[in-house]
Structures are given as C-alpha cells and as structure tokens.
C-alpha cells in the first residue's frame, strides 16, 4: 500500500537558518504529493503541492520537488523565521482511493 | 474557498455520555469527507470516509458502533462519538475535497478537542 516516511524531529533551528526536512513514498500509480503545516492547537492547513513529476511546489518561501526518480518531496526553505514553527506533515494523494497518506510529522521550533 | 468548519472546537465531556462533531464545507459541494483522529505528538489516523447519501466506510480496528458517522447533505458530515470513555480524549480532524479536483489537496477544519472525564 501507500506510505510516506518523513525525517524524524523534533527539528530546532535559529531564525534565518536554512530548513530541510526530508520526505520520500512508496505508491502505486501517479500520486499527488502535499506538505501541511499544523500551528499549535489548530487543523492542517495545505501548505504546497505538486500533481506530477519535476513539478516545484513553492509558497510562502518554501519549496519542494516532485522527484519521481527518488521518491522523494523534501521541503526546503532558505531562511526560516520564529513564525515557522509547527508541525509539518507530508502527504499523498491517491486520486483514486480519493484519500491521503501522511508522514508522522516533523515538528519545527526555530528560536530567535 | 474551499474552507471547511468543523464545531465545536473543544469540548469536555462526562465518562458515559456521547458527543457530536459537525463537519460542515462552506463554499463548495463534497459528496466526501474524511475523518481523523490525532494522540498528541502523532500523525493523523484515517478513522473512516463519510459518504454522502450512503453509509461511511471504516477502516481497520475502528469501531463503527462507537463512532457513527452521518453525511445526510453535499455539505455537511457528523462524527458522534457514543458512551465516550477517557481514551477516547483526542484531536478530531475532518477533511473535504472540492469536487473534480482530486489533485488539489484536501481542505481540513480545524479540529476539535475532545476530553472526557
């Protein structure tokens, strides 16, 4: 079946520092692949997204690519901010099944 | 849009008594809606698919006695967790797709706290 592994945590990091969290999945088929972002005590909200493969999703000054060769879809952003601490989930989209699979989550504390 | 709002926020309850989680898609039609448990410091759990008109579908080692689920509209899923106990205290999560867009995630409410003591 579908799975995702994601780079454990808890990830700190000082503000400005440069953000790398690794996700990579096993899947069938050609999935759509998402990173959500979930803020202490609040839902998931969708954070990027790509649909297919080499497709750069990018928002809010973080990116990641879909790299079909790898398997993988590892969140990069250059400079990280206090604001950007949260969990951060990666997920994938079987457009049949019509339901996701999350990683276990990575939780971010970036300090001033 | 695509926003979904999920009530009530947090609630506390008594050992024996039941809850309901309402699920509601503001802005678009979703035939399905998805819902998930979170234990603190964990990922979230698919519990089962609610299906518009139809009954829910339940994943493995989830009690659908115990967590009733009813989508009776296009833009409304409930989620009634009967004779709650203490371990069932956790994050309850409902998502929704906007319909025809299967690649473009899924829109998530904001998750209720649910305590029973």
């Known amino acids: 079946g579908d799975s995702v592994t994601q780079m454990e945590g808890p990830v700190t990091l000082s503000e400005e520092a440069f953000l790398t969290i690794n996700c990579t999945y096993t899947a069938t088929g050609y999935p759509s692949l998402f990173w959500y972002v979930q803020y202490p005590g609040e839902g998931l909200q969708l954070l990027l997204k790509a649909t297919k493969a080499d497709d750069k999703g990018s928002n809010k000054g973080f990116e990641a690519t879909y790299r079909k060769e790898t398997t993988s879809f590892h969140l990069e952003k250059g400079s990280v901010q206090v604001s950007d601490s949260a969990v951060y989930f990666c997920a994938l989209g079987n457009t049949n099944a019509g339901k996701s699979t999350f990683g276990d989550g990575t939780t971010l504390t970036v300090k001033p | 849009g695509a926003v979904v709002s999920q009530h009530p926020s947090w609630v506390i309850c008594k050992s024996g008594t039941s809850v309901k989680i309402e699920c509601r898609s503001l802005?678009?039609?979703?035939?399905?809606m998805f819902w998930y448990r979170q234990f603190p410091k964990q990922s979230l759990m698919l519990m089962a698919t609610?299906?518009?008109?139809?009954?829910?579908?339940?994943e493995q080692g989830v009690e659908k006695d115990k967590f009733l689920i009813n989508h009776a509209s296009l833009t409304l899923s409930t989620l009634t967790v009967t004779s709650a106990h203490p371990e069932d205290s956790s994050f309850y999560i409902c998502?929704?797709?906007?319909?025809?867009?299967?690649?473009?995630?899924?829109?998530f409410g904001s998750g209720t706290r649910l305590t029973v003591v």
């Open positions: 802005d678009f039609q979703a035939t399905t």
């Open positions: 998502s929704a797709r906007l319909l025809g867009t299967a690649n473009y995630g899924y829109t």
């Open positions: 609610s299906n518009e008109g139809s009954k829910a579908t339940y």
